[in-house]
C-alpha cells in the first residue's frame, strides 16, 4: 500500500513535468502576447517590457528558467524584499550563517498582467478562497445528489423516482449560469435573506455553493441510481436476503458501499475541479477565488499564471484520483495493489 | 453600602450606554460611497502610476495623487493641481511650476483607524516636494521601470526619447524645495495636460525601495491625494479614506465623503447589489439597458454621460481593394450609424460623423459643424464613389473584386455590430464581406502585424484634445494606425497644429485633418461616439465625468 502510493507520488511528477511541457508549447503556439492590447505600445516600450520578462530569451531557455525556478531551491542572504522574480513558496530562516541566509523554495514566478503580483500570490490568496467554496459545493452536491438517487433506486419506476429523476435531469440541463442569477435575484433581491455577492461570511457563501452543488448533484443522483440498482441484482444482495438479513442493513451495509464505487470514481476529478475554482460562480457572485484565472490568463495571455493554474489543477487531479483508488480498495475487498 | 455600589453601577452602565450611543451615532455619520463605475472585470493590473495604463487604475490613482495640473472632468479645463501656478517662457518650450507647499505624504494606518502623515529620519513631516516629481520621472522613463505609458509624455520633456538609465539627461529640474522646471524640445499647448497625467506624477522613493514590488498595497504606500487607500481586497474591492491633510483646493476640494469603497465586480452583478440597496453608483451592463428603462424607479435614476471614445472601422490602405480612397469612401458612407445606435446599441450613443469626438480641445462640436463635414450615410454617394473605385482598380463590376475579410474581437456587441454592417455593405453596394471574429488577444496581435482589409477598432482619449486622437494615433507609422493610413497633408496639417498656440487657429487645421481623414482620402470609417450608463441612487450628489474617471472628492451623499 505504501509502496503503491509512493509509486504513484513519483507517477504524478512525471505527469506533471510531461503536462508542463505540453501547456507550455501550446501557449506560445498560439498567436498575440501579454502585451497586445486595445492600445497598441509602441515597439520600442514592448522590447523593454519584453526584456523585463525574459521573454526575448529564447524559447528553450525561458522553459528551462521556468522549470528551474520551481524545483531549484535557492538560499538568499541579506534583506528579503519581495520581487516580482523573487517570490517563493517556501521561505524557511536558516539558524546558521552570516547576513540572513533564508532557504526558499517554490517560485512560480510574476503575472504579466497584475504588475504588482505573482503567481504565488494568487496561490496564496486566491485557491483558499476557491477551495472553500469547492468543499462547501462538494458538500452539498452530495448531501442532495447521493440521497436522491439512492431513494429513486429503492423506489424504482415509481413516481417517487421520476421525480427525483426529474429534478436530477433539471439541475444537469439548466445551466449555472442561468440558475445562480436567478437564485441571486430571488433570494438576494427580492426576499434580502443573503448578500448578493462577495465572500468572507457564512451566508455569501451559500447561494454560491448551492448553484455550484446543485448542477453537480445532479449527476451524481443518476449515476448512484443506476449503480445501486445493478448492485441490488447481485448475487452477494440475492444471498444475504436469503439468509434473513433486514433489508436496512442489505441495503446501508452491502449494497450502498458497493453501489459508491462509480461514484466515487467521478468525485475525485470533481473535487479536483471544483476547489481549484469556477469561472461562472465566481464571476456572477462576485468570489475573489481562482476561477476566473483559468480564463483571464489564457485570453491575455499571461503565460506564467497559465502554467501556475494548470499545473495546479493537474496536480489536484492526480492526488484526488489517487485518494479515489485508495478508497476502492477500502469499498470492495476484492481490489489490492499488488 | 449596597446602594452607594448599586448607584456606581448605574453611573457607569448609563456611561457605557451613552458612550456606544455616541459611537454607533459616530458610524452611522460616516458617509460610505459603494460604487462600481469604471470598474468592471477583476483586480485593477496595476496601482503603481509609472506601470498604470487602463481606466481601472486611473479612476484610482486620480483620487490617491493629484498631477501637476487637474483636468476638469467636466468642462476639460487645465485647472492648478498640485502645481498652484505655472508660468510658460516665451518660446513655450520651458514651463516653470510652483508646487503647494502643503501637502504631506501620507498613509492609512490600521491600527490606529486613521490617515497619518509621514515622517522624514528627523521626524519633520515629508512634504511633497519637487524632487519627489523628478524622481518619479526619471523612474518611469527607466527603461528598467518599462512604464507602459510614458511614452506619451516622452516628447514633451527633453531627453525623453532617448532617456536610457538613471545617468541619462532628463529636462525636468527641481529649482527649489517647491519649483519644478520642465524643459520640452517643442512647444505644445497640450502639454500640461500631460505634466498632469498619471504616469507624471510624484513618487516616494523611500517606499518604492523598502517594499520593492508591493509599495503599491496600503499598508506600505504613500499617497498625498483627496483620499487616501485604506484597504485593498485582490480581486474584489478597493477602500478610499478621505485624507484629512490634503489641503483643499478649487479644482480638487476636501472630500465630503468620508470613504468610499469600489468594487471590483461584473456589470452583471452591480445591478442585483444596486438593486439590493448595497450600492449606490454602477454601470448598467448592455442587455439589462431594456429592462432598466422599464422599470419605474431605476428609469428615473439611470443617466447617460459621455464618454470620450469612438468606435471605427479601419481600412488597410496597403490591402487591395481598400488601395483605392474612392473604394474605402464607398465603404464608409455605405454604414448606416443611426441604424447601429437605435437598434443595437440603444443607450443614446451618437452615430459618428468624424473621429475625434466632439467634446475634445480643436474638435468641432456637432451643432456648430457644417452639415456636410464629416461623413454619413448616404446611398446615393456610396454608389458613385464605389464606381469610381471599381474604375480606379480597372475592375468591369463588383464580381471582380478580391474577397474582403473584416476582423473584430470575438465579443457579442462587435459580432452584431459587424454582422449588421456586413448586411449593410451587401444591401447599398452589393458586396458580400466575410466576417472573422478573432480571440481578442490573437485579433490585436494580428492587426498589429499585418491588419486585415477591414478591421474594428476604437480610441479613449488619453488627454482630451486633437492631438491625441490625430497626430498620436493616426500619423504615418503611429502604432494605434493598424491600416497604415498615410497622408502627408494630413501629417502636415497635425504636425503643424500641434505646435500652434492659437486654439482657434488650431481647430481649423484639425478640422481640414478630419476632413481628410474621414472623407477625402478616408483612412477610416467612424461608426459611433460613446457614452457611459450609469445608475445613481437619489441620494447621490456628484458631477458626471466625461474623462472616464470619476471625482469622487465632489461627490456626497445627502442624508
Not at chain 1, 67 to 81: E, L, R
Not at chain 2, 357 to 362: I, S
Not at chain 2, 409 to 437: C, F, R, Y
Request: with cysteine.
Amino acid at each position: 500500500m505504501v509502496k503503491y502510493v509512493l509509486r504513484r507520488f513519483l507517477w504524478m511528477f512525471l505527469v506533471l513535468f510531461v503536462i508542463s511541457i505540453v501547456t507550455f508549447t501550446l501557449m506560445h503556439a498560439v498567436p498575440g502576447g501579454p502585451f497586445d492590447r486595445e492600445k497598441p505600445l509602441p515597439a520600442a516600450n514592448l522590447k523593454q517590457l519584453n526584456e523585463k520578462y525574459h521573454l526575448d530569451d529564447p524559447i528553450l531557455k525561458q522553459y528551462a528558467d521556468y522549470v528551474g525556478s520551481i524545483v531549484i531551491p535557492k538560499v538568499t542572504s541579506g534583506k528579503q524584499v519581495k520581487s516580482l522574480d523573487h517570490d517563493y513558496l517556501f521561505n524557511i530562516k536558516l539558524p546558521f550563517g552570516e547576513g540572513n541566509p533564508t532557504f526558499r523554495w517554490i517560485n512560480f514566478g510574476p503575472s504579466f498582467k497584475s504588475t504588482s503580483r505573482t503567481v504565488n500570490d494568487i496561490f496564496r490568496e486566491n485557491l483558499p478562497i476557491s477551495f472553500q467554496l469547492g468543499l462547501a459545493a462538494l458538500a452539498v452536491a452530495m448531501a442532495v445528489g447521493i440521497p436522491l438517487g439512492v431513494f429513486s433506486a429503492l423506489k424504482h419506476n415509481t413516481t417517487y423516482d421520476y421525480l427525483g429523476m426529474g429534478v436530477a435531469i433539471l439541475g444537469v440541463s439548466v445551466p449555472v449560469i442561468i440558475t445562480a442569477p436567478l437564485l441571486q435575484y430571488f433570494f438576494s433581491v427580492e426576499l434580502k435573506w443573503v448578500p448578493v455577492s462577495g465572500w468572507g461570511t457564512t451566508a455569501q457563501a451559500i447561494l454560491p455553493a448551492v448553484a455550484l452543488g446543485f448542477a453537480q448533484s445532479a449527476i451524481l443522483a443518476r449515476l448512484t441510481r443506476a449503480s445501486l440498482l445493478q448492485v441490488l441484482g447481485e448475487d452477494y444482495i440475492r444471498t444475504a436476503r436469503a439468509k434473513g438479513m433486514p433489508e436496512r442493513v442489505v441495503i446501508s451495509v452491502h449494497a450502498l458501499k458497493n453501489g459508491m464505487i462509480p461514484v466515487i470514481t467521478i468525485l475525485g476529478p470533481l473535487f479536483a475541479a471544483l476547489v481549484t475554482g469556477t469561472f461562472v460562480v465566481e464571476t456572477i457572485f462576485g468570489i475573489p477565488g481562482m476561477g476566473r484565472f483559468f480564463v483571464t490568463s489564457v485570453t491575455g495571455r499571461d503565460y506564467p499564471v497559465i502554467m501556475g493554474t494548470i499545473l495546479l489543477y493537474a496536480m489536484f487531479l492526480v492526488l484526488a484520483n489517487l485518494l479515489v483508488d485508495v478508497a476502492y480498495a477500502w469499498l470492495d475487498p476484492r481490489i489490492r495493489f499488488n | 453600602m449596597r446602594s452607594r455600589n448599586f448607584a456606581r453601577f448605574l453611573t457607569i452602565a448609563v456611561l457605557l450606554m451613552a458612550l456606544t450611543a455616541v459611537s454607533m451615532v459616530h458610524a452611522q455619520d460616516k458617509k460610505i460611497l459603494v460604487t462600481g463605475i469604471n470598474m468592471t472585470n477583476g483586480d485593477p493590473e496595476s496601482l503603481d502610476p509609472g506601470l498604470s495604463q487602463d481606466t481601472k487604475q486611473i479612476q484610482i490613482l486620480d483620487e490617491l495623487y493629484v498631477g501637476l495640473t487637474r483636468l476638469d472632468e467636466v468642462s476639460l479645463e487645465v485647472k492648478p493641481g498640485l502645481a498652484e501656478s505655472w508660468t510658460v517662457s516665451d518660446d513655450g518650450k520651458v514651463t516653470t511650476f510652483k508646487l503647494r507647499q502643503d501637502v504631506p505624504w501620507v498613509r492609512y494606518n490600521a491600527e490606529t483607524d486613521a490617515v497619518e502623515e509621514l515622517k522624514d529620519d528627523a521626524g519633520k513631516v515629508r512634504m511633497v516636494t519637487a524632487n519627489d516629481l523628478v524622481y518619479a520621472w526619471k523612474r518611469n522613463f527607466d527603461p528598467a521601470t518599462a512604464s507602459p505609458y510614458i511614452y506619451v509624455l516622452a516628447p514633451y520633456v527633453a531627453g525623453g526619447a532617448e532617456f536610457a538609465g538613471p545617468d541619462s539627461e532628463l529636462g525636468v529640474k527641481a529649482i527649489d524645495d517647491f519649483t519644478v522646471e520642465v524643459t520640452s524640445p517643442v512647444t505644445a499647448p497640450f502639454a500640461l495636460n500631460i505634466y498632469g497625467m498619471w504616469f507624471s506624477r510624484p513618487l516616494l522613493q523611500s517606499v518604492i525601495d523598502d517594499a520593492g514590488t508591493s509599495w503599491t498595497e496600503p499598508e506600505n504606500t504613500a499617497t498625498y491625494g483627496p483620499f487616501a487607500f485604506k484597504e485593498w481586497k485582490h480581486e474584489e474591492s478597493a477602500t478610499l479614506i478621505k485624507n484629512p491633510f490634503w489641503p483643499g483646493t478649487d479644482a480638487v476640494p476636501q472630500p465630503k465623503l468620508d470613504e468610499v469603497v469600489i468594487k471590483f465586480l461584473d456589470d452583471t452583478t452591480q445591478l442585483p447589489e444596486y438593486e439590493a440597496g448595497t450600492m449606490d453608483a454602477i454601470e448598467v451592463p448592455a442587455d439589462q439597458l431594456d429592462r432598466v428603462k422599464a422599470d419605474p424607479t431605476l428609469s428615473t435614476e439611470y443617466s447617460n454621460g459621455v464618454q470620450n471614445c469612438t468606435y471605427y472601422y479601419g481600412f488597410n490602405s496597403t490591402k487591395a481593394p481598400f488601395t483605392s480612397a474612392h473604394m474605402r469612401l464607398a465603404f464608409s458612407y455605405a454604414i448606416d450609424r443611426a441604424a447601429i445606435t437605435d437598434n443595437i446599441l440603444k443607450a443614446g450613443q451618437i452615430p459618428a460623423r468624424w473621429y475625434t469626438r466632439p467634446g475634445n480641445v480643436g474638435v468641432p462640436t456637432v451643432e456648430d459643424a457644417p452639415a456636410d463635414f464629416g461623413v454619413s450615410f448616404n446611398v446615393d454617394k456610396a454608389k458613385e464613389e464605389f464606381a469610381a473605385g471599381l474604375k480606379e482598380l480597372n475592375l468591369a463590376s463588383a464580381a471582380d473584386l478580391p474577397s474582403i475579410t473584416l476582423a473584430f474581437g470575438n465579443t457579442p456587441l462587435h459580432t452584431s455590430i459587424g454582422q449588421a454592417i456586413q448586411q449593410m455593405w451587401k444591401d447599398n453596394l452589393g458586396v458580400s464581406v466575410e466576417l472573422a471574429a478573432l480571440d481578442t488577444t490573437t485579433y490585436f496581435s494580428v492587426q498589429r502585424e499585418d491588419s486585415n482589409q477591414i478591421f474594428r477598432a476604437g480610441w479613449c482619449a488619453d488627454y482630451p484634445d486633437a492631438n491625441n486622437w490625430l497626430n498620436e494615433t493616426m500619423h504615418t507609422g503611429v502604432a494605434q494606425n493598424y491600416g497604415k493610413f498615410s497622408n502627408p497633408d494630413f501629417d502636415k496639417l497635425v504636425e503643424q497644429a500641434a505646435v500652434e498656440p492659437d486654439t482657434a487657429e488650431r481647430s481649423k487645421l484639425y478640422a481640414q485633418a478630419e476632413d481628410i481623414l474621414v472623407a477625402k482620402d478616408a483612412g477610416i470609417a467612424p461608426i459611433y461616439w460613446y457614452v457611459t450608463k450609469q445608475l445613481r441612487k437619489p441620494n447621490v450628489e456628484g458631477t458626471y465625468s466625461v474623462i472616464g474617471a470619476e471625482y469622487y472628492e465632489k461627490w456626497d451623499i445627502a442624508p
